[in-house]
């Protein structure tokens, strides 16, 4: 008679010893997927590329916007860039993070070179701001970093 | 017959399945998060719009200045346009939008139509004969080229008087 694997689990010793080792190998299988997938998403959710990448590209962007324009233009840019620290430098926006492992992206903008162009970061007190002020006035564009905490609404 | 030896080799099978299936689970979770990671930004489309827009109304670049030193945006001035046309590289490449110590990302070939007059002038022409071969209706990638083609009625100071023209732009990025 063909006992159920269950029974034999149970009734026969050395039936037990291979399903036993089977089920150990299906639960560590399990166990590295989980893992696995944990990990990879953990993985992309730590990732600041496409922050840095996208910040990069809108900001030069911004600055292509602000040199197209006639007249004065001052802008305030919020976005989310917590822990995010940037550079405008010989026609780059330069966007890098805390953790000095990730590579910084950048991104070129166009320069005028009858302009000047300045950028002042802001204080060594407050190493990663998210607030930029652009501002174009004449045959000068400025970039000023500020911080911006919840005190100051008015931004 | 039932002997221990088939009962491995199902149970093998029985694993064997079970991996397969593991694997393709795992695959569809890293797609579905994977389609909900963006990775790639294109803006391509805004960049070459915006560069028109700047060729129009930019100070320093084709528009025209009064003597008082006040820029027109929309006024092309006829003399600077010839200007940019007679040389390449022109002021247009090192001046009025300069990619510094980096490969321009934008070309451009600009048509001026003044009366019966046409005058052809290139931004970045370097770029533009490399990339424009490229540039295939509906061709998508990494190394593919976008183009923007684009008019505007314009009026060109000649030094004497405004006349009406056309601007006709075919931007590459």
Same mark, same amino acid.
């Given at each position: 008679?063909? $006992? ?15 399903? $036993?080792?089977?089920? %150990?190998?299906?639960? %560590?299988?399990?166990? =590295? ?7 990879? =998403? ?30 004065? =233009? ?57 607030? $930029? ?9 400025? %970039? ?10 008015? %931004? | ?69 006040? #820029? ?23 001046? #009025? ?33 490399? #990339? ?42």
């Amino acid at each position: 008679m063909r $006992l159920k694997r269950g029974l034999r689990l149970f009734g026969n010793k050395k039936g037990m010893d291979h399903e $036993l080792f089977f089920t %150990i190998f299906d639960y %560590i299988l399990a166990t =590295v997927v989980i893992i696995s997938l944990l990990a990879f =998403v953990s993985d992309i959710a730590k990732k600041t590329i496409f922050e840095k990448n996208y910040l990069s590209r809108d900001t030069a962007l911004l600055l292509n916007t602000l040199s197209s324009a006639p007249g004065e =233009v001052s802008y305030t840019y919020i976005e989310n860039m917590n822990m995010l620290n940037f550079q405008f430098l010989d026609g780059r926006a330069t966007v890098s993070s805390q953790n000095q492992k990730e590579a910084p992206a950048w991104y070129p903008y166009a320069q005028n070179k009858h302009w000047g162009y300045s950028f002042t970061p802001s204080s060594a007190f407050d190493p990663w701001p998210n607030t $930029l002020v652009f501002s174009k006035e004449k045959a000068h564009i400025g %970039i000023k970093q500020t911080y911006h905490d919840h005190e100051h609404k008015d %931004i | 017959m039932n002997t221990k030896t088939s009962e491995i080799s199902g149970e093998v099978l029985l694993t064997l399945t079970r991996v397969v299936f593991l694997t393709i689970v795992l695959f569809s979770v890293v797609l579905l998060v994977k389609s909900f990671y963006t990775e790639k930004i294109d803006i391509k489309g805004t960049e070459t719009s915006l560069f028109f827009q700047r060729l129009v109304f930019s100070p320093n670049g084709i528009i025209w200045q009064d003597a008082s030193e006040r #820029w027109h945006p929309g006024v092309v001035d006829l003399r600077r346009f010839e200007q940019a046309a007679a040389a390449n590289p022109n002021f247009l490449d090192s001046q #009025w939008a300069s990619y510094t110590g980096e490969t321009p990302i934008i070309a451009a070939k600009l048509v001026l139509t003044a009366g019966n007059r046409e005058i052809v002038a290139y931004y970045n022409r370097e770029s533009f004969n490399r #990339w424009e071969p490229r540039a295939l209706l509906g061709v998508e990638g990494p190394a593919s080229v976008y183009k923007l083609e684009k008019e505007a009625y314009v009026l060109i100071n000649n030094g004497e008087k405004l006349e009406q023209g056309k601007l006709s732009a075919t931007i590459l990025s």
